[in-house]
């Protein structure tokens, strides 16, 4: 079992930034990857970006690219998210994810973006 912390979410303005991190506890050694998900209110939840955890390979979803930049901490097994030049639609609670061949999840943090 993997037990994941989200931390940073709050309220921004449109163009501000705000930084997002998540703590892994547990069985971390198995990570392939870990990862944000983020779901608005009536929406599916959605990929918005991951990183390898041996290689630190990133992907990201096209809505986020050139804004937001995942990084991961071996170390601390820590992950984060920098999420820059923030939209209304970026709204959303973002849960963090850790893929061992099964997911787990974080509770969530809420980011709001006001106009």
């Known amino acids: 079992q993997v037990q994941l912390v989200e931390s940073g979410g709050g309220l921004v303005q449109a163009g501000g930034s705000l930084r997002l991190s998540c703590a892994a506890s547990?069985?971390?050694?198995?990570?392939?990857?870990m990862g944000w998900f983020r779901q608005a209110p009536g929406k599916e939840r959605q990929f918005v970006a991951t990183v390898t955890w041996r290689g630190g390979r990133t992907t990201y979803a096209d809505s986020v690219k050139g804004r937001f930049t995942i990084s991961r901490d071996t170390v601390k097994n820590q992950v984060y998210l920098q999420m820059n030049s923030l939209k209304p639609e970026d709204t959303a609670v973002y849960y963090c994810n850790a893929n061992q061949g099964v997911n787990y999840w974080g509770q969530g943090t809420q980011v709001t973006v006001s106009s």
């Open positions: 547990g069985r971390t050694f198995g990570t392939n990857s």
